[in-house]
């Protein structure tokens, strides 16, 4: 066997086994990195992500829910007062003014003053009974 292939045997197999080292190594030290459960820990982490995310969300729409309660409840309200703010005013005017309970006037507006915030509160528990069956 000549030099120059002993040489070129030698100088190939050990090229061979550093490149197979040095993949080892590769591999020995991204396994130090991720750590042996990598996998198990992402998928327990992107479960975890997504059960937070979606509770988010569902507080997000309870949130919303609140808010649109609240000013329904507020646009009721200021409504019925628009509404029935003439009938009080002329039942308490009439009352200052020395007429009695008994005119057809007042007993009208304070009639519209009893009846309309009863309509109004029959058709929000009707509302509201629909909205939770």
Do not use: Y
């Not at 969300?57 to 703010?85: C, D, H, N």
Request: aromatic fraction near 6%; charged fraction near 20%; glycine fraction near 8%.
């Amino acid at each position: 066997m000549s030099a120059a292939e002993w040489a070129g045997e030698q100088s190939g197999s050990s090229v061979g086994s550093v490149l197979a080292d040095s993949n080892a190594a590769q591999h020995e030290m991204l396994s130090a990195l991720t750590g042996r459960q990598a996998g198990r820990e992402r998928a327990v982490a992107e479960k975890t992500r997504r059960v937070v995310m979606t509770s988010f969300g569902v507080m997000q729409e309870q949130k919303a829910g609140r808010k649109r309660s609240r000013s329904l409840a507020l646009a009721s309200f200021l409504l019925m007062l628009i509404a029935l703010g003439p009938f009080v005013w002329r039942v308490t005017d009439d009352l200052i003014g020395g007429e009695r309970l008994s005119d057809i006037a007042t007993q009208l507006s304070l009639w519209a003053c009893i009846l309309c915030p009863a309509v109004l509160a029959a058709v929000l528990v009707a509302g509201w009974s629909r909205s939770k069956s």
